[in-house]
Nanobody
Framework: QVQLVESGGGLVQAGGSLRLSCVAS????????MGWFRRGPGKEQEFVGS????????AYADSVKGRFTISRDNAKNTVYLQMNTLKPEDTAVYYC????????????????WGQGTQVTVSS
């Protein structure tokens, strides 16, 4: 069983930055891919990005490429989402998720989900 605890959300001005953290339980953290997803007001869940267990493979949604960076520290069982140049349309609840495979290419691969953390970007 994997438990994920997110932190780092908050209110920022457009153009500002936030770094989200997600701490996972378990000794096999480095074995599985981690992903970030978000759901804005009145919107469906959206893929943000993902990172493989060994951090070699990283993928981003087109909407965040060049602005967001995913990283992980397997020694700390933590995955990060660095968000720069934030826009109001980035406002959403952000969720981290863990797959049971070393690389996950779709949402169906993600088995465990965090509680979500609110990110609000003001104009």
């Amino acid at each position: 069983q994997v438990q994920l605890v997110e932190s780092g959300g908050g209110l920022v001005q457009a153009g500002g930055s936030l770094r989200l953290s997600c701490v996972a339980s378990g000794r096999t953290f480095g074995n599985y891919a981690m992903g970030w997803f978000r759901r804005g007001p009145g919107k469906e869940q959206e893929f943000v990005g993902s990172i493989s267990g060994n951090a070699v493979t990283i993928a981003y949604a087109d909407s965040v490429k060049g602005r967001f960076t995913i990283s992980r520290d397997n020694a700390k069982n933590t995955v990060y989402l660095q968000m720069n140049t934030l826009k109001p349309e980035d406002t959403a609840v952000y969720y981290c998720a863990a797959a049971r495979t070393s690389w996950a290419r779709s949402v169906v691969d993600y088995r465990y989900w965090g509680q979500g953390t609110q990110v609000t970007v003001s104009s």
